[in-house]
């Protein structure tokens, strides 16, 4: 019998204040603490649980405290029998897991978590209920973890409604340098290049530059402990960024060659570069499911006549080709009784070609 | 006495296409022209144009077609009589000038133009009239331009719902290789780790990557094409970056040092170069307009009596620091009626320690 009915939150930054308004969202008692008073009480204020220290022995404790600080708070609560169980949220996972073996800790009642979860703010007035939700949690049990406490754990997760995922550590760790760590070294490399711009350029930045760099806004030090908890996966991940960049330079220099076949070699170089992008993007952009992960965007020309919506599903039905998701392209301020509309058909990206050239062919207006 | 009553855009993609339909909703005659007859029809079946040849001379042509184009085509068009003047939204400016004066065409019926604006996905049904809206337009007029086709071109710009701006070209492609193609490389190198990821880190791809390398879904050829023709300025763009990334991978190795001294001094250059990050992302992440680009958000608990909106305004205001915006945190799925709400309250970054000490003196309980 796992259940989670009482819980306490260790440190109420954005992840412990925002798993307490979850687990008080659901009824479940909530116990906070931070070493930071104003931390405690923000947190309290906003409906994340009771600054107090808990009656009895909490069902499970939540340690949302920087990386290095697991083991030793993991070691201090156990003394105490503070928990039946214990979580924490670090975004690493070996460098907690090893501290707390070399602690001497009870690794039976332990398991290293961490949503892929937050935002650019922190601190607890930046909490939400709902940070989690479809997100994956992954979990990350050692050898000596028992399956009860991976069962509060995830019942934890549940509760937060975020999607419970098992992964080694050195696993997690490897995954996380290329889809967060080494990414936000990369926006902050972008985004340093502003610190002292002058202006004119400032003024053309855009909603391309503006996303590219958003994660850059996160906080210093926090950022500063993750990557270096993480140093050789992200370094590898950084190196191999490092490598490609090189080859871009070369390629970028080449293009101003005088000898007009090492001109063409270069720009070859430069499109392969960005094709694997485009791919890689690919995969990226989808939500979880490999079925999502390499379709394309067909868009055709709608009206509420000969052309609906209705009959672009059949023609789509009649060429074979499986469609993901249709949906109605919508112009703010467009004037929906205007004839004209466009549908994007979400395809597989193999089949875009064969499905624009098949409703052509029965005299559709369609792109993709 | 400028004016754009009838106009023509050649090349009916993405930007020509948004461009018709911008013209059309303010009732001006537009003429569309692409080699390509598919894009052409698509173009004037979304309701950007007719597509035909314009029955007399037009007040302004829109060359919306690919860098190296826009001088062939300004050439062939002013031989013609095509228009009363002309413009281009190619994102290079010192390309096709050059390459137009050395093709000898009159350049004062001519204005380099290129609004910051786009989509990751192409083509004329990808358009929209608003695509523009509140967006910059950069025109680069030479020496030899005339007065009045710069009016023109920047009525243009006022119809699409644009802001007019005026650069030097050369000034124009070293901002857009710092905002545009230097971060649209990061980000394909980014991507790229993932044409060929087995899955495991794909799964934890969260928001902060996806917005990362959105940009790296844009059209292969027609970005080989971008930064081909800017390369010299993407080159040296990018090398500033290429220098930052390998302090980085070098401090990243020194972490791991035997020596303490040497892991500190590691420690150090990694956070001065994430600080720098969160400096520039501030001055990326403003709208532009000097004053809000240092700004930082305080977050402060706020409910229905003693401790209102009205009130902490008023405390704030007594406070004697300036407050750029106050919004309210709207959490999805929130009670309404719950007593915590949240309140964000945007200060200049100076400011923001004494606003957050201030408050809590007056007994808010306030974060930031």
Chains 1, 2 share one sequence.
Not at 146 to 164: K, M, Q, W
Not at 219 to 235: F, H, K, M, Q
Not at 336 to 354: C, F, H, Q, T, W
Request: proline fraction near 6%; aromatic fraction near 4%.
């Amino acid at each position: 019998m796992s259940g989670v009915r009482t819980a306490a939150v260790v440190g109420t930054g954005l992840i412990g204040t925002s798993i307490g308004l979850a687990l008080r969202r659901h009824g479940i008692h909530a116990y906070l603490q931070d070493r930071d008073p104003e931390a405690l009480s923000a947190a309290q204020a906003v409906g994340a649980g009771r600054a107090q220290e808990p009656p009895a022995r909490v069902d499970i404790a939540v340690l949302a405290v920087p990386p290095a600080m697991v083991a030793p708070v993991l070691s201090a609560l156990q003394q105490r029998d503070f928990a039946r169980c214990y979580t924490d949220v670090a975004s690493v996972k070996l460098l907690p897991q090893a501290q707390a073996e070399a602690a001497g800790c009870d690794l039976g009642s332990y398991v290293g978590g961490h949503p892929m979860a937050g935002r650019e703010r922190s601190g607890p007035l930046a909490a939400r209920a709902d940070l989690f939700r479809g997100r994956p949690w992954v979990l990350t049990p050692s050898a000596h973890t028992e399956p009860s406490t991976v069962d509060t754990a995830a019942d934890l997760i549940g509760v937060c409604g975020g999607e419970a995922l098992t992964m080694e550590p050195a696993e997690h760790d490897r995954a996380v340098a290329m889809t967060s760590h080494a990414p936000h070294v990369m926006a902050s490399l972008v985004a340093s290049r502003f610190a002292e711009d002058s202006g004119e350029a400032t003024d053309l930045c855009g909603p391309g530059i503006r996303d590219l760099t958003r994660i850059a806004a996160g906080e210093r030090e926090l950022w500063t402990d993750i990557i270096g908890s993480n140093a050789p996966a992200v370094r590898r991940a950084l190196a191999g960024i490092g490598t490609d960049l090189a080859a871009v330079l070369a390629a970028l220099g080449e293009l101003g060659a005088d000898c007009a076949e090492r001109r063409e070699a270069a720009r070859t170089e430069l499109g392969r570069m960005l094709g694997r992008g485009v791919s890689g993007r690919q995969r990226i952009a989808g939500p979880s499911g490999n079925s999502w992960q390499d379709c394309r965007t067909v868009s055709v020309v709608v009206d509420q006549g000969d052309r609906s919506m209705p009959r672009l599903l059949a023609d789509a039905d009649r060429c074979g080709i499986g469609v993901a998701e249709v949906r109605l392209e919508q112009e703010p301020g467009r004037d929906v009784r205007a004839p004209e509309g466009r549908a994007d058909v979400l395809v597989a990206v193999k089949s875009a070609p064969e499905l624009v050239a098949a409703l052509r062919s029965y005299g559709w207006v369609a792109w993709g």
